[in-house]
């Protein structure tokens, strides 16, 4: 059996732990009962129970660790207050991080000040489990270092303008192979680069048809649209839109039915192509983030669902086209966007 205590972590060392730079974790205690998972809440500012690492052997000074890490060196020179070394195997992020507000709320959770064995917290560890993980190390390699972002925490970021993509310098190769990693692994519709930390103007789009499901693993448009421009639009449709950013926020969207958009592929060719109904709903909502709008700032309506209540709700409440014809009217930014 798995067991695993609850540890608080500051900010600044977890961003060395995902990004692999940091393998072993220092604490001044081993807990008496066997353990191989560290939940981690990360402390203020961030204030959210968000990682779990899978810990494979505890090692106490005076033993060595190899120096392949960031501290390392000073534990093995006893220069560190903390005598043991927990060996970080795996490393997963939660997608939806829990908040403390919630944590304390829900599970009377407080933040560790030393540790805190799961069995005290059997609900926060079902809920946990049942929460969607990305792994970000795992044997010491890095599987992912792509990240979406969130209005959660980064919603300054996610306001942003992308800059154009300059065709002469190809590293935008390497960043469509990042958006197409992310997709494959990645229940959405569509994914614009900036949700993913490169603000530039590129746009994913995975699955633009109502007839495939969206968790449908297999089927893969695979479409990069590079420095999009639309040069008309038309119609009127709406939907109950979510976004991989906005998390459970879904809002009720006009849309046109019709979009010209004029962009670049993958090799720099241009193209000028129409895209119509549920396709044109998918490419606006991404050629929006671009200029830093979120589909809840102009939307309708906005209400808060998880994902399998969203796909019930949307039963009853599918995709609508109002008019195929009409001019449509944008709608403007809500003055009280979240
Ligand atoms: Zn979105």
């Given at each position: 059996m798995e067991k695993g205590i609850?540890?608080?972590?500051?900010?600044?060392?977890?961003?060395?732990?995902?990004?692999?730079?940091?393998?072993?974790?220092?604490?001044?205690?081993?807990?008496?009962?066997?353990?191989d998972k560290l939940y981690?809440?990360?402390?203020?500012?961030?204030?959210?129970?968000?990682?779990?690492?899978?810990?494979?052997?505890?090692?106490?000074?005076?033993?060595k660790i190899k120096e392949d890490g960031y501290g390392n060196e000073a534990f093995n020179n006893g220069l560190k207050k903390?005598?043991?070394?927990?060996?970080?195997?795996?490393?997963?992020?939660?997608?939806?991080?829990?908040?403390?507000?919630?944590?304390?709320?829900?599970?009377?959770?407080?933040?560790?000040?030393?540790?805190a064995y799961d069995t005290r917290y059997p609900e926060l560890i079902d809920k946990i489990n049942d929460l969607?993980?990305?792994?970000?190390?795992?044997?010491?390699?890095?599987?992912?270092?792509?990240?979406?972002?969130?209005?959660?925490?980064?919603?300054?970021?996610?306001?942003?303008?992308?800059?154009?993509?300059?065709?002469?310098?190809?590293?935008?190769?390497?960043?469509?192979?990042?958006?197409d990693e992310f997709c494959k692994e990645t229940e959405c519709f569509a994914l614009a680069a900036v949700q993913i930390g490169i603000p530039k103007r590129m746009v994913y789009l995975k699955n633009t048809s109502l007839d495939v499901d969206i968790d449908n693993k297999e089927y893969n448009e695979s479409k990069v649209l590079?420095?999009?421009?639309?040069?008309?639009?038309?119609?009127?449709?709406?939907?109950?839109?979510?976004c991989l950013s906005c998390l459970d926020y879904m809002g009720l969207v006009d849309r046109p039915y019709e979009l010209v958009v004029k962009y670049n592929d993958e090799d720099g060719a241009e193209h000028t192509e129409k895209f119509e109904g549920f396709a044109a709903t998918v490419l606006s909502h991404e050629l929006d983030h671009l200029d830093g709008i979120l589909h809840m700032d102009i939307a309708e309506q906005v209400l808060k669902m998880e994902k399998e209540e969203r796909k019930k709700y949307r039963e009853n409440h599918p995709y609508k086209i109002i008019s195929k014809t009409s001019i449509y009217k944008k709608p403007k930014i809500k003055k009280d966007r979240k």
């Open positions: 609850f540890i608080s972590i500051k900010p600044i060392h977890l961003r060395r732990i995902e990004s692999g730079e940091k393998n072993y974790e220092f604490r001044n205690y081993i807990p008496k009962e066997k353990i981690v809440y990360e402390t203020t500012p961030t204030c959210s129970l968000k990682y779990i690492l899978t810990i494979d052997k505890i090692i106490e000074y005076p033993d903390s005598k043991y070394a927990y060996h970080i195997q795996k490393v997963e992020i939660l997608d939806k991080p829990i908040p403390l507000k919630e944590l304390r709320e829900k599970y009377n959770f407080t933040a560790p000040q030393g540790y969607e993980k990305r792994i970000l190390i795992e044997n010491g390699e890095k599987k992912m270092n792509i990240i979406r972002k969130t209005i959660e925490n980064d919603e300054e970021y996610l306001r942003q303008i992308s800059k154009p993509v300059d065709l002469k310098d190809k590293g935008y190769k390497d960043e469509i192979k990042q958006l590079i420095n999009p421009e639309i040069l008309s639009s038309k119609g009127h449709t709406q939907y109950w839109e979510a």
